[in-house]
């Protein structure tokens, strides 16, 4: 259950910043009253239609004595300049946003066995998917990590701004590759969780 909602054909910048305050309220109620190090993922720049950049540039602000770092869950994509930095993110110390390295910044946490795949696609994919995450998220000691942006179906992995945000925003090359792969073979139309057929990888 969430633990609030805000709903309107379009939310003022007002309503936002309220948000964003209780949100943090909330966080302090119920997970941690002492937030001095937090995680912000929002979207990369190919999603920053969603208004996600300005939300974390808010949640940044709304944060002046913690210790707070911005994770793009870019996956593959190419990682942000420091003008799509300013852009997207507005004030946000440019130091402060971190690129994914997909390829060299990753930590090993498990692998989803062979079985499980097959399982799961019906026999399509038959090979394991090793699970690597950004190092960054996986090793170091966070208070509060925030996910920005807005919850919808990932043709690959469950929901964007969700699962996907780690599994897929902050993978690793092989996760990324693995996944992808699987999911094309089963069939993304099978694999989108409102599809009768859909079993989620």
């Known amino acids: 259950m969430p633990w609030f909602s805000i709903e309107g054909d379009a939310l003022t ?3 936002i910043q309220s948000a964003v305050d209780r949100l943090l309220t909330e966080a302090r109620t119920r997970i ?16 920053a239609h969603s208004g996600a950049g300005k939300i974390t540039e808010l949640l940044y602000k709304a944060l002046p004595d913690a210790h707070v770092l911005v994770i793009p869950t870019l996956g593959q994509h190419i990682p942000h300049t420091e003008a799509e930095n300013k852009w997207m993110f507005g004030d946000i110390p440019h130091e402060r946003i971190l690129p994914h390295d997909w390829r060299n910044g990753v930590t090993h946490i498990g692998t989803i066995p062979a079985s499980l795949v097959k399982e799961t696609t019906q026999g399509a994919a038959d090979w394991e998917i090793p ?15 925030i996910n920005v942006g807005h919850v919808v179906p990932h043709e690959v992995l469950g929901f964007a701004n969700h699962n996907k945000n780690y599994f897929i925003g902050l993978g690793g090359k092989e996760t990324i590759c693995a996944s992808h792969i ?5 069939g993304i139309e099978n694999n989108l969780p409102d599809h009768p057929s859909a079993r989620h990888l």
């Open 13 to 15: 910048e007002a309503q």
């Open 32 to 47: 941690n009253k002492d937030l001095k190090r937090v995680l912000l993922l929002p979207p990369d720049l190919t999603r």
């Open 131 to 145: 699970v690597d995450l950004n190092s960054v998220l996986m090793d170091q000691q966070w208070d509060l990590i």
């Open 182 to 186: 699987a999911a094309a073979v089963y």
